[in-house]
């Protein structure tokens, strides 16, 4: 019995790094259907085709996952924005201490 996963819903690549060809993508799609997320390694082949790695994540893209994970890159997000601030008002005071 062959097992097949529906069509990607959504797919961005949001990192990529060129010197170990690789590619970070954030994927929805359907399998039996539930709706997952993905966070997921992907490689260059042989053929020069983005193939899927093992490396990664996936979960039901549920309500609770989906709070939470919004939840996890505003404060991500809210940080970033704050240290820039305190580097930009306290850089003097900051290459003092450290």
């Known amino acids: 019995m062959e097992i097949h996963e ?3 819903v959504y797919e961005r690549i949001i990192h990529y ?3 170990k060809d690789h590619q ?3 994927t929805l799609n359907t399998f039996r259907g ?3 997320l993905h966070l997921r390694k992907y490689y260059l082949d042989f053929d020069e085709t ?3 790695s093992n490396e990664g994540v996936a979960m ?3 309500l609770h996952n989906s709070k939470e994970l919004f939840s996890g890159l505003v404060e991500i997000l809210s ?3 704050s240290q820039d601030v305190i580097k930009e008002h ?3 005071l900051i290459k003092d201490i450290y």
């Open 79 to 81: 940080l970033a924005e």
């Open 60 to 62: 039901p893209i549920d």
């Open 17 to 19: 790094d060129p010197v």
């Open 90 to 92: 306290f850089a003097e």
């Open 24 to 26: 970070v993508r954030l």
């Open 6 to 8: 529906e069509p990607t």
């Open 34 to 36: 539930i709706e997952y």
């Open 50 to 52: 983005w193939k899927p």
